[in-house]
T-cell receptor, first 115, second 114 residues
Framework: EPEVTQTPSHQVTQMGQEVILRCVPI?????FYWYRQILGQKVEFLVS????????KSEIFDDQFSVERPDGSNFTLKIRSTKLEDSAMYFC?????????????FGSGTRLTVV | AQSVSQHNHHVILSEAASLELGCNYS??????LFWYVQYPGQHLQLLLK??????LVKGIKGFEAEFIKSKFSFNLRKPSVQWSDTAEYFC????????????FGSGTRLQVQP
């Protein structure tokens, strides 16, 4: 069964540092997403991405965040200057073009710890 | 903006007991509804989904859910749980034409005792 792959599984970074979280979506999917889950809280939508541009974003996704599809396979989330409150589990997901949330597949997540 | 409420935060059942997890959402328009499961150390997996048609939907592993529009509810059920059903269960809503973002509930941790 096709999978969404996320690396690394756990990243520790110092406050103020830049981090890049990486995701390899399913190869024939065209919509990509980032969600996060702060420990003990809800899974929250961050951003969706299609055709090399952001199609939708939440209030959480401020100027500190950016997404990119640098090549044909990777989808990255960059946090420019990390804060303690960015510590969370970050989930990448992808879906087929015509199926939207019908065909969401989530990755196993990257646990980001900001110290 | 839509919101999702899961009232049961932690449920403990014995094997073979019946399960019902509550999910209520707030949104007046057309919604797509989902239940996801997250087994310990694993990623979110889709259990079942509702878009239209029969309000009683069947998913994987013997789970089903019923959409009751008048109650804004989408409760998850299973007649007889197994130890392997121990996991966290999330209800999610996608609302609004063209929107693809999911709004998740806070999750219910299910613990099944052998």
């Amino acid at each position: 069964e096709p999978e969404v792959t996320q690396t690394p599984s756990h990243q520790v970074t110092q406050m103020g540092q830049e981090v890049i979280l990486r995701c390899v979506p399913i190869s024939n999917h065209l919509y990509f997403y980032w969600y996060r889950q702060i420990l003990g809280q809800k899974v929250e939508f961050l951003v969706s991405f299609y055709n090399n541009e952001i199609s939708e974003k939440s209030e959480i996704f401020d100027d500190q965040f950016s997404v990119e599809r640098p090549d044909g396979s990777n989808f990255t989330l960059k946090i420019r200057s990390t804060k303690l409150e960015d510590s969370a589990m970050y989930f990448c997901a992808s879906s087929e073009r015509d199926r939207g949330p019908y065909g969401y597949t989530f990755g196993s997540g990257t646990r980001l710890t900001v110290v | 903006a839509q919101s999702v409420s899961q009232h049961n935060h932690h449920v403990i059942l014995s094997e073979a007991a019946s399960l019902e997890l509550g999910c209520n959402y707030s949104y007046g328009g057309t919604v797509n509804l989902f239940w996801y499961v997250q087994y310990p150390g694993q990623h979110l997996q889709l259990l079942l989904k509702y878009f239209s048609g029969d309000p009683l939907v069947k998913g994987i592993k013997g789970f089903e859910a019923e959409f009751i529009k008048s109650k804004f509810s989408f409760n998850l059920r299973k007649p007889s749980v197994q130890w392997s059903d121990t996991a966290e269960y999330f209800c999610a809503v996608n609302a609004g034409t063209g929107r693809r973002a999911l709004t998740f509930g806070s999750g219910t941790r299910l613990q099944v005792q052998p």
